[in-house]
T-cell receptor
Framework: DTGVSQNPRHKITKRGQNVTFRCDPISEHNRLYWYRQTLGQGPEFLTYFQNEAQLEKSRLLSDRFSAERPKGSFSTLEIQRTEQGDSAMYLC?????????????FGPGTRLTVT | AQRVTQPEKLLSVFKGAPVELKCNYSYSGSPELFWYVQYSRQRLQLLLRHISRESIKGFTADLNKGETSFHLKKPFAQEEDSAMYYCALDSGGSNYKLTFGKGTLLTVNP
């Protein structure tokens, strides 16, 4: 297991286009999180899943954003009608509720540039 | 609402000098605090958590509830400690979302 993976690593899109990112968590992890990180800021929580259920969404997640985890394994984050303000690094993390200590393992991120 | 403040964006020290990265938080409950580190071209990774009271790579951090602080300390900095450090809070042990500070870029000069 190579850890959390994210694809693509970089995405350049034009304003108004839709984009979709994928996250593959560590295989035995039942929790999956999405964060967004802009320049000079720490990661900001967007949403999280436990198995296939989306349990919380941040107010940062506008109606143009949607996330899914259909089989409780990989997850996708879709942004519709992208805006320049969506340009950021999108981070995925996973964790296990079975672990006796809490730790989120992060992926390398997908860097989105909206032109 | 919870908040994590890291007052220094940049911190530069010489090799062998002590280093302290500051972190203050605001949260009304009993938080769990963490330090995450991101080395150049690597992903974000956990450095240490307050509940474990551990020392990792010579770093320690003590939770001071009176001062609402969780400063990261190392007595003798090494060049390989150069990285971005983020303090993070998990509100009340709910084990789901982390609130991060803006980070401090530590540079250890030879």
């Amino acid at each position: 297991d190579t850890g959390v993976s994210q694809n693509p690593r970089h995405k350049i899109t034009k304003r108004g286009q839709n984009v979709t990112f994928r996250c593959d968590p560590i295989s035995e992890h039942n929790r999956l999180y999405w964060y967004r990180q802009t320049l000079g800021q720490g990661p900001e929580f967007l949403t999280y899943f436990q198995n296939e259920a989306q349990l919380e969404k941040s107010r940062l997640l506008s109606d143009r954003f949607s996330a899914e985890r259909p089989k409780g394994s990989f997850s996708t984050l879709e942004i519709q009608r992208t805006e320049q303000g969506d340009s950021a690094m999108y981070l995925c993390a996973s964790s296990s509720t079975a672990a006796w200590v809490f730790e989120q393992y992060f992926g390398p991120g997908t860097r989105l540039t909206v032109t | 609402a919870q908040r994590v403040t890291q007052p220094e964006k940049l911190l530069s020290v010489f090799k062998g000098a002590p280093v302290e990265l500051k972190c203050n938080y605001s949260y009304s409950g009993s938080p769990e605090l963490f330090w995450y580190v991101q080395y150049s071209r690597q992903r974000l990774q956990l450095l240490l958590r307050h509940i474990s009271r551990e020392s990792i790579k010579g770093f320690t951090a003590d939770l001071n509830k009176g001062e609402t602080s969780f400063h990261l300390k190392k007595p003798f900095a090494q060049e390989e400690d150069s990285a971005m450090y983020y303090c993070a809070l998990d509100s009340g042990g709910s084990n789901y979302k982390l609130t991060f500070g803006k980070g401090t870029l530590l540079t250890v000069n030879p």
